[in-house]
């Protein structure tokens, strides 16, 4: 069984600070990493991808990977109100074709308190 | 470019009733993963199609179903609703190819079981 854990919060950060959201998941054959950003109401939006070890920056935002811990992670530097949305991380294992479904943690939510 | 259509918006079944729900992804995309959302267990992955094949499947009763059709639309039912299949559906497209990809999720249908 797949999974992906994640913190459910919620997280309160202050405007204008860094948010940091953590993910870890249980498969090592998992080669692609995914944030998406979901508001109340709404459904999940991409934000971020990421396949290689280390940091992808992408504007206010940044995606850490560390597959030897199998660890993931999103900033948010300069957090914004508009920010405020529950943040999901999802996981997929490429190597075997027809089995490349995305796997989600529960989500974490984030409040950015102005 | 228009993006993951999902009809209808909202619906409210009763117990034992059937349901179709309908998607339309992004032109050209050949994949298409059909998601059960509820407040406690996160997204939850039914199925998915490519092609006009079903390539993976979640951990769902029978009771769910789904298609693919030549045009890449897709259509999921679920037959005898219980009160526990009230949820939002969310259908996502993509390209479907094996290197790695995101989805880009439609709006949802909320179905409501009374």
């Known amino acids: 069984q797949k999974e992906v854990e994640q913190n459910s919060g919620p997280l309160s950060v202050p405007e204008g600070a860094i948010a940091s959201l953590n993910c870890t998941y249980s498969?090592?054959?998992?080669?692609?990493f995914f944030w998406y950003r979901q508001y109340s109401g709404k459904s999940p939006e991409l934000i971020m991808f990421?396949?290689?070890?280390g940091d992808k920056e992408d504007g206010r935002f940044t995606a850490q990977l560390n597959k030897a811990s199998q660890y993931v992670s999103l900033l948010i530097r300069d957090s914004q109100p508009s920010d405020s949305a529950t943040y999901l991380c999802?996981?997929?294992?490429?190597?075997?074709?027809?089995?490349?479904?995305?796997?989600f943690g529960t989500g974490t939510r984030l409040t950015i308190i102005p | 470019k228009a993006g993951v259509t999902q009809t209808p918006r909202y619906l409210i079944k009763t117990r034992g009733q059937q349901v179709t729900l309908s998607c339309s992804p992004i032109?050209?995309?050949?994949?298409v993963s059909w998601y059960q959302q509820t407040p406690g267990q996160g997204l939850q992955f039914l199925f998915e199609?490519?092609?006009?094949?079903?390539?993976n499947k979640g951990n769902f009763p029978g009771r769910f179903s789904g298609r693919q059709f030549s045009n890449s639309r897709s259509e999921m039912n679920v037959s005898t609703l219980e009160l526990g299949d009230s949820a939002l559906y969310l259908c996502?497209?993509?390209?479907?190819?094996?290197?790695?990809?995101?989805?880009?999720f439609g709006s949802g249908t909320r179905l409501t079981v009374v």
């Open positions: 999802a996981v997929q294992d490429i190597s075997n074709f027809g089995n490349e479904k995305l796997t």
């Open positions: 990421i396949y290689s070890n």
């Open positions: 996502a497209s993509s390209l479907g190819y094996r290197v790695g990809y995101g989805y880009t």
């Open positions: 032109s050209g995309h050949r994949s």
């Open positions: 199609y490519f092609s006009e094949t079903q390539r």
């Open positions: 498969d090592r054959g998992s080669q692609s």
